[in-house]
């Protein structure tokens, strides 16, 4: 194939590949619980499978801490929560990671975690709602799932210049999840976080001054 064929070939397949990938994104746009609407490239079935699997591997891994009175105090907080949320028709699982660390998460499909250490920190039944309500907001605006959907959007613009250059690309839901355990969701997620949890809050009658702090 001369040079100038191979050109118009990898222009041809770049526009092809874009055209798939502007299809994709139209067909995986969706309305969001919190409102607005999203590009969702996961199905809320897929999305409970995931955060099943997910868990048990969190759990296996970083261990339980067994106080069943506690775990009962913050699940029943949590719950009370939900039932405010924007997305009170799925399960979701309030646990205690056994880490003296200070911190908290929420996987896909409403399972939330949050460490003895967490628990140690809280001054108030105020600052420990405003934790919850921030995780439960992550899963009621599908911050995962968008993040899985963007990641995929990328990823197949990334195989474009795959073929053009000849570099592998690197691509994962498990990659995607491993970097917003460790560093969060990013500012806007998390900041969108900060504005549903307090909506929440302020539905379950908790004084907004335990997300300040």
Not at 3 to 25: E, K, M, P, T
Not at 99 to 105: L, Q, S
Not at 156 to 162: D, H
């Amino acid at each position: 194939m001369r040079s100038n064929d191979g050109h118009h070939y990898l222009v041809s397949l770049s526009r092809l590949v874009g055209f798939f990938i502007l299809a994709w994104a139209l067909v995986g746009c969706a309305a969001n619980p919190t409102g607005g609407v999203n590009l969702v490239l996961m199905s809320e079935k897929k999305e409970l499978e995931l955060g099943a699997m997910v868990s048990k591997q969190i759990e296996a891994q970083q261990g339980v801490y067994e106080d069943e009175a506690l775990t009962k105090y913050v699940n029943d907080m949590g719950q009370a929560l939900v039932k405010v949320s924007h997305r009170p028709d799925i399960k979701y699982t309030f646990k205690i990671i056994d880490d003296d660390n200070v911190n908290a998460f929420a996987l896909p499909g409403g399972y939330i975690y949050v460490t003895r250490g967490m628990l140690a920190h809280m001054n108030s039944e105020a600052e420990l709602a405003a934790v919850l309500g921030h995780e439960i907001a992550h899963v009621t605006a599908r911050h995962s799932v968008r993040k899985q959907s963007q990641a995929g959007v990328l990823g197949a613009a990334g195989t474009v210049a795959s073929i053009a250059t000849g570099t592998p690309g690197v691509s994962g839901l498990s990659g995607i999840l491993g970097d917003v355990l460790i560093r969060g969701y990013g500012r806007e997620y998390e900041l969108e976080a900060d504005e549903f949890g307090a909506e929440y809050m302020i539905k379950a009658g908790y004084s907004t001054d335990g997300m300040l702090k």
